[in-house]
Structure formats: structure tokens, C-alpha cells
């Protein structure tokens, strides 16, 4: 069994920063691509950055210059760092890695999701 378990998240005003942290537990062998997603009210799950086993990274354009997000594969952890963070980044945000499992094939697995509000 795998799980992913976030911790970080709050409430901020415009400006502000917030880090988001993410581990993974259980029967895992390696863990290939992690990232991150949001959902805000009313609207769909986006991807917010992903990162590679190799340290690749990807960032939606709008939050490109503001987050950072890394990893460390000894640990089972990745992070979201946040900076200026804006009123429109309010969401919950998950953690996703593409898990190959001990006893299992490789798969999706998410966070819990944790809340981010950014207010003016």
C-alpha cells in the first residue's frame, strides 16, 4: 500500500509565501514523475508543476517565476515552494507521483489535498 501525505498549506495574504510538502510511504520501489495539482471552486483540476526522477521540471505558465518545486529521492519527498503568491492561486492543492509499487505495477497516487487561500 502507498500513501502520499501533505502537509503545509494556510492562509496568506497577496504577497506572501507558503511551502507545500509531500511524502510518500509504503511498499514503494521508485517513484518516476511527482507534482503537483490544484482545484479551485467551480473548476477543473489543473496541473500546477511537475517534476521528473531526473529533476525535470514543468510549471503552468501561471505560476511560472513564482513556484518552485524540487525533490528529494532518498527521502520520498518533494516540495512546492509558493512565492507571490496571488489571490487567484487560492485552491486545494495535491500531490501526485507515478508510483511503481514493490507489489504492484506503477500507478497514480494523490495527497489528501490540502487548502491554500491567498487573500487581498
Known amino acids: 500500500q502507498v500513501q502520499l501525505v501533505e502537509s503545509g498549506g494556510g492562509l496568506v495574504q497577496a504577497g506572501g509565501s507558503l511551502r507545500l510538502s509531500c511524502v510518500a510511504s509504503?511498499?514503494?520501489?521508485?517513484?518516476?514523475?511527482m507534482g503537483w495539482y490544484r482545484q479551485a471552486p467551480g473548476k477543473r483540476r489543473e496541473v500546477v508543476a511537475v517534476?521528473?526522477?531526473?529533476?525535470?521540471?514543468n510549471y503552468a505558465d501561471s505560476v511560472k517565476g513564482r513556484f518552485t518545486t524540487s525533490r528529494a529521492n532518498a527521502k520520498n519527498t518533494w516540495s512546492l515552494q509558493m512565492n507571490n503568491l496571488k489571490p487567484e492561486d487560492t485552491a486545494v492543492y495535491y500531490c501526485?507521483?507515478?508510483?511503481?509499487?514493490?507489489?504492484?505495477?506503477?500507478?497514480?497516487?494523490w495527497g489528501q489535498g490540502t487548502q491554500v487561500t491567498v487573500t487581498s
Open positions: 501526485y507521483g507515478s508510483i511503481l509499487a514493490i507489489t504492484a505495477d506503477e500507478d497514480d497516487y
Open positions: 509504503g511498499s514503494i520501489f521508485s517513484i518516476n514523475a
Open positions: 517534476i521528473t526522477r531526473g529533476g525535470s521540471t
